[in-house]
């Protein structure tokens, strides 16, 4: 049998309209479970005015959600069946002539036409469903300077690793995924380990935690657990919302754990220390290490099948290009990739809901439980959570375990 490009075309759109179905059906059985009886393990998180706010929140989502992503897929759509990647192609070719930074011009069309296309909905979410709930402190002129600066590191950073991509793929050939691999790998690890000091700081000042009961009691049990850490910073989440986290970012000496600001003002002190036990479990038992790992074969196995395809001229005739080129062979590939992507990621969030559980254990066992089930219903309450997901929307979409399963086994 030959495969035609407008059997590739159909082939895209069908990846297209089942991914957006999958989606619709998952919110849709999920939001069936927004009134379902809360477990009795979370019967003591919400009052009833703020269990009712709580419902009001998922609810409002929901409609949002229904409404941005059928926009987003029409769109799409609209985009396949006018020959939009036709227009934009040469739209960008009416710009330069060389390959390189046609590629990079077509890319950069697409990006900002679909940041700005989607300005709308992010501006609604932002500016009345979490100013409505009371999350919301972000203002127009942080959220604007925060999206320049986005914009900023897409260039820069994007630029310059499509420019690699594409250069190696014009001066080696088809084994140019080889040099792409280890150069993405190195770039990952750099960013894992420098994520802190380089990214961070465009967009939130972090400061050291200052002297005090919650840095002796960091430190105490750091060195109980034989756990080196002496880099404990507080970051200004409260410029942009009420909702709290804390994470670790880094490697060796350059580890480090960051608070955010509202994290501190919610819990007391044990209950901070108890979700760094949580964090610090996740070093122990080498999560991060294997989440590293993953990810690299990841791209690995995505380059690899890349270089076997990107050369066809099918891939680009299926979008009404004739002339072949790198970027619309590229932006077949992702499409026709994702369900390849879509089974890997339900691998991750396996592996990963199995090693929260793992976190939640050494934390156990070198805390006490209490304080993170304490810490765990407060940022659960304060951020209106969903307590009664269904299973399904769980077990597709959850990189934790739900609030009842957590808490099941830390009892």
Same mark, same amino acid.
């Given at each position: ?12 759109? &069908?990846? #297209? ?6 989606? *619709?059906?998952?919110?849709? %059985?999920?939001? !069936? =479970?927004?009134?379902? $009886? ?75 036409? &679909?940041? #700005? ?6 501006? *609604?979410?932002?500016?009345? %469903?979490?100013? !409505? =709930?009371?999350?919301? $402190? ?94 404990? =910073? ?98 077949? =590939? ?78």
């Amino acid at each position: 049998m030959i495969i035609s490009p407008q059997i590739i075309f159909y082939i895209l759109i &069908s990846i #297209i309209v089942l991914n957006f179905i999958k989606d *619709y059906f998952l919110d849709y %059985i999920n939001a !069936k =479970f927004f009134n379902k $009886k809360i477990p009795e393990n979370l019967n003591d998180i919400y009052d009833k005015e703020k269990y009712q706010k709580s419902q009001d929140y998922k609810k409002t989502l929901y409609k949002f959600g229904k409404v941005s992503k059928f926009y987003s897929f029409t769109i799409l759509l609209l985009f396949f069946f006018f020959d939009g990647f036709l227009y934009v192609d040469n739209l960008a070719r009416s710009f330069f002539e060389s390959e390189l930074l046609i590629s990079l011009g077509f890319f950069g069309i697409i990006f900002f036409g &679909s940041d #700005i296309l989607n300005l709308p909905f992010s501006l *609604y979410n932002i500016f009345v %469903i979490e100013e !409505k =709930f009371g999350f919301n $402190k972000t203002t127009l002129k942080t959220y604007f300077f925060d999206k320049i600066k986005s914009w900023f590191i897409t260039i820069l950073f994007g630029g310059s690793v499509l420019s690699f991509i594409i250069w190696q793929f014009e001066t080696v050939g088809k084994d140019f995924w080889i040099i792409v691999w280890v150069f993405i790998t190195i770039i990952s690890v750099m960013i894992n380990g420098f994520y802190a000091q380089i990214i961070v700081p465009i967009f939130n000042k972090q400061t050291k935690l200052e002297e005090g009961n919650l840095k002796n009691d960091i430190e105490k049990y750091s060195k109980k657990v034989g756990f080196d850490l002496s880099n404990i =910073f507080v970051i200004d989440g409260s410029k942009r919302s009420t909702k709290a986290n804390a994470y670790f970012s880094g490697f060796g000496k350059l580890k480090r754990v960051t608070l955010y600001d509202t994290l501190i003002n919610k819990l007391n002190d044990n209950q901070i220390v108890a979700v760094i036990a949580h964090e610090i479990g996740h070093y122990k038992k080498n999560h991060i290490i294997f989440n590293i790992t993953f990810s690299i074969i990841q791209t690995g196995l995505m380059l690899y099948i890349l270089s076997l395809l990107i050369n066809m001229p099918i891939f680009s005739q299926a979008l009404g290009i004739q002339n072949h080129s790198f970027h619309i062979g590229l932006i077949t =590939f992702s499409f026709l990739y994702t369900p390849v992507s879509e089974i890997l990621s339900l691998v991750n969030n396996i592996f990963s809901r199995k090693f929260e559980f793992q976190a939640d254990n050494y934390a156990k066992q070198t805390f006490e439980s209490k304080y993170l089930i304490e810490a765990l219903k407060i940022l659960s309450k304060d951020s209106l959570s969903n307590l009664t997901p269904h299973p399904k929307y769980v077990w597709w979409h959850y990189s934790h375990p739900t609030l009842a399963q957590r808490i099941n086994r830390l009892q």
